[in-house]
């Protein structure tokens, strides 16, 4: 599950929350305010997190998984722009 920052609306805090993908607000931790709303900041989250070895691994399991999906559309997408390219740089 991802990380997701949330600004409360009623106490001004920032907080992180683990929540399900999509989730848009969770109720503040410093004041159980349920009027809050995700903060989409480019940063990264400030803390970091500590992974296990095992959760490396499957990390890089997806990582791996979703550039080997990345690299068979872009060679789709090749094969149907037609033969121009001739072989890659
Ligand atoms: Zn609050």
């Not at 848009?24 to 159980?32: D, I, K, L, M, P």
């Not at 499957?58 to 001739?86: I, P």
Request: with cysteine; proline share 4%.
């Amino acid at each position: 599950m991802p990380i997701y920052e949330f600004l409360c609306e009623r106490c001004g805090g920032r907080f992180e929350e683990l929540v399900e993908p999509g989730t848009e607000t969770a109720a503040c931790r410093s004041c159980g305010a349920e009027r809050t709303r995700r903060v989409y900041s480019a940063q990264r989250a400030p803390f970091k997190l500590v992974k296990t070895g095992g959760e490396v691994r499957k990390q890089e399991r997806t990582n791996a998984g979703l550039r080997e999906r990345a690299k068979q559309r872009f060679k789709a997408r090749r094969r149907s722009a037609g033969r121009s390219g001739g072989g890659g740089p």
